[in-house]
């Protein structure tokens, strides 16, 4: 399978675990250690998060196994985070600015060189 798929589906797994727990924390039961502990194996968000995690696992997983280390742990952030910073703000009304526009784009260029320099060595 084209590591490149594997980034992609870690990086979707990645996106969906942290909009899982975040939807899933919101309904937790924090007033003691053992009915947070009930509340989380109650909760179908958390564990829609534990699939989402085995799937970012076995991805990843398999990708590294492939390609290297670096770029795959890169790739997989990187598009995790601009991602989740686009859900933000079109789904949940998170403000981006024009500083996090520019540190998204230097995510982005920096994927790129990367990715360009994992093919050249």
């Known amino acids: 399978m084209n590591h490149w798929i594997l980034i992609i589906v870690a990086a979707g797994s990645n996106v969906a675990l942290n909009l899982f727990l ?15 502990i009930l509340s989380i194996l109650k909760s ?22 492939i390609y290297s280390l670096s770029l795959t742990y890169t790739a997989v952030t990187a598009l995790a985070m601009v991602t989740l910073t686009m859900i933000g703000a079109l789904f949940q009304q998170e403000v981006i600015g024009l500083t996090r526009v520019a540190g998204l784009g230097l995510i982005i260029a920096g994927l790129v060189v990367t990715a360009m320099a994992g093919n050249a060595g």
């Open 22 to 36: 975040k939807k899933g924390g919101q309904g937790l039961d924090t007033s003691g250690l053992l009915p947070l």
């Open 44 to 65: 179908g968000w958390m564990w829609l998060a534990v699939f989402s995690a085995v799937a970012l696992l076995t991805a990843f997983v398999s990708a590294i196994r």
